[in-house]
């Protein structure tokens, strides 16, 4: 019954390579975003869907690209993975209301180390 | 850039005290939430106030925002052990597509 589950939790690859994080979320929520934390905690957004629509991506290098079937799943593929890629990452979803507010339920977290 | 700046990075408090986090921020704000994240897991939403409010309590927290200094602080009060995490601002500016902005987080330990 987990809320935004991501797969796998732990990802340890090689330099070159290309991998993919998985996130399903079960709130009914219409957002989804990925954000990238680094070793120094800094939480930085990376990508934001609507409805299967892309509204936020922000100045991330276009080997991440990311792809939303439809508005529970959002999943990150990452191609020719450099060193600087190793962080955590993390899927999170919110129901944008008319409210405005935009409340975030986040993930457990992808910690990707690339070698 | 970076919205929330928060202090200080690091708290190392006794059970039972009080603890203190004050954020900053640059920008107008439709509203501004602080999360916690406990070491090895995700964020959890903690509180949101809106930029209308000045202070919100929940349970033994304590947010209150200054619009005029933009500055946001959390208090949380008789502190216990498993109160042991970081602490992250966030900032919502509130248009269409916007996004969270987070700080730099502030790490809090409370010493049994």
């Known amino acids: 019954d987990t809320a935004v589950s991501q797969t796998p939790k732990y990802l340890v690859t090689q330099m070159g390579n290309d991998k993919s994080i998985k996130c399903e979320q079960n709130?009914?929520?219409?957002?989804m975003y990925w954000y990238k934390q680094d070793s120094k905690k800094f939480l930085k957004i990376m990508f934001s869907?609507?409805?299967?629509?892309?509204?936020i991506n922000e100045t991330v290098p276009n080997r991440f690209s990311p792809k939303s079937p439809d508005k529970a799943h959002l999943n990150l593929h990452i191609n020719s993975l450099e060193l600087g890629d190793s962080a955590v990452y993390f899927c999170?979803?919110?129901?944008?209301?008319?409210?405005?507010?935009?409340?975030?339920?986040f993930g457990a977290g992808s910690r990707l180390t690339v070698l | 850039s970076q919205q929330g700046e928060e202090d200080p990075q690091a708290l190392s408090i006794q059970e039972g005290e009080n603890a203190t986090m004050n954020c900053s921020y640059k920008?107008?704000?439709?509203?501004l939430q602080w999360y916690r994240q406990n070491s090895g897991r995700g964020l959890v939403h903690l509180i949101l106030?809106?930029?209308?409010?000045r202070e919100k309590h929940s349970g033994r927290l304590r947010v209150t925002l200054d619009t005029s200094k933009k500055s946001s602080s959390l208090l949380i009060t008789a502190s216990r052990a498993a109160d042991t995490a970081s602490y992250f601002c966030?900032?919502?500016?509130?248009?269409?597509?916007?996004?969270?902005?987070f700080g730099e987080g502030t790490q809090l330990t409370v010493n049994p």
């Open positions: 709130l009914g929520h219409d957002t």
């Open positions: 869907y609507n409805n299967k629509e892309l509204i």
């Open positions: 920008t107008s704000i439709n509203n």
């Open positions: 999170a979803s919110s129901h944008s209301g008319i409210s405005g507010a935009n409340v975030l339920t």
């Open positions: 106030i809106r930029s209308n409010e």
């Open positions: 966030a900032t919502d500016a509130g248009t269409s597509g916007s996004r969270l902005t």
